[in-house]
T-cell receptor, first 115, second 116 residues
């Protein structure tokens, strides 16, 4: 079965550094998402992306965050200047369409630790 | 108000028995989808089952079934014949159209432990 691939699986960075989390969505999917999960808490929506632009973003997704689809396969999340509270598991997801019945396929996540 | 409420932080079940994980939701949108995902200790999010708001019958996928009670706004997950590998975090989630722009909203999850 096709899958969403995320790299790296773990990322450790110093506070204030920039990080880029990478994702390869399923090839024929058109809608892309980033979610995060702080340890022990629920999975939170960050941003959705379609047709090379952001469809929706949450209040968490402030100016420190950006997303990009630099080529036909990759989808990246950049955190410009990381803070301690950015430590979390970051999930990329994709879906073929955006209807209420469309399931999201998730990657295995990138565990980000900000020191 | 919480969109998705999972009132059971943790549940225990004996191997081979059935278990029900509770989920209630809140929406005014007539069209919505309800999903259950499993998150094992390794961290990945695995899709289990889907129920549409207009579906007349409860969804089933192998050992998973969804007890959908629309009037009560509940979508409980039933796992039959539990296995040790079912031990994981289980998340209920909802996808709405309209103003929510189809994003998937998760509950806080239920940690299921299957005892041998």
């Amino acid at each position: 079965e096709p899958e969403v691939t995320q790299t790296p699986s773990h990322q450790v960075t110093q506070m204030g550094q920039e990080v880029i989390l990478r994702c390869v969505p399923i090839s024929n999917h058109l809608y892309f998402y980033w979610y995060r999960q702080i340890l022990g808490q629920k999975v939170e929506f960050l941003v959705s992306f379609y047709n090379n632009e952001i469809s929706e973003k949450s209040e968490i997704f402030d100016d420190q965050f950006s997303v990009e689809r630099p080529d036909g396969s990759n989808f990246t999340l950049k955190i410009r200047s990381t803070k301690l509270e950015d430590s979390a598991m970051y999930f990329c997801a994709s879906s073929a369409d955006r209807g209420v019945n469309e399931k999201l396929f998730f990657g295995s996540g990138t565990q980000l630790s900000v020191l | 108000a919480q969109k998705i409420t999972q009132t059971q932080p943790g549940m225990f079940v004996q191997e081979k028995e059935a278990v029900t994980l509770d989920c209630t939701y809140d929406t005014s949108d007539p069209s919505y989808g309800l999903f259950w995902y499993k998150q094992p200790s390794s961290g990945e999010m695995i899709f289990l089952i889907y129920q549409g708001s207009y579906d007349q019958q409860n969804a089933t996928e192998g050992r998973y079934s969804l007890n959908f009670q629309k009037a009560r706004k509940s979508a409980n997950l039933v796992i039959s014949a539990s296995q040790l590998g079912d031990s994981a975090m289980y998340f209920c989630a909802m996808r709405e159209g309209g103003g929510s722009n189809y994003k998937l909203t998760f509950g806080k999850g239920t940690l299921l432990t299957v005892n041998p």
